[in-house]
């Protein structure tokens, strides 16, 4: 069953840019070792509120990546331009 992850956070403003970049580099080294994650989405609510929107194949994948990312370079870097954090996931049960 395919899960989406939303993840909703705050960072400045003035570093937007540079979590933008930060954001596709966490997602193509994501890919690269986990094919398992189908769509990456970011965006912007309002100048400080972001949200990251990110689809798995299933609930496995998603486990599999997380146990991998305390050593990740890239996540460290783009979840260090951020703050409050909150992630809830979604197990999709229909779509059409």
């Given amino acids: 069953m395919p899960v989406i992850t939303v993840t909703r956070f705050q960072a400045d403003p003035s570093d937007a840019e540079e979590l933008r970049a930060r954001h596709t580099a966490l997602v193509s080294a994501t ?3 986990f094919p ?6 970011l965006g912007r609510i309002d100048d400080s ?3 990251g929107v990110w689809r798995w194949d299933s609930a ?5 990546a997380r146990q991998a990312v305390p050593g990740n370079a890239e996540a460290a870097a783009a979840f260090a331009l951020t703050r409050e954090a909150t992630v809830d996931d979604i197990d999709v049960l229909d779509e059409h």
Wanted: hydrophobic share 55%.
């Fill in 31 to 33: 890919r690269a070792a």
């Fill in 36 to 41: 398992g994650l189908t769509e990456a989405r």
């Fill in 49 to 51: 509120t972001w949200v």
């Fill in 60 to 64: 496995a994948d998603l486990r599999a």
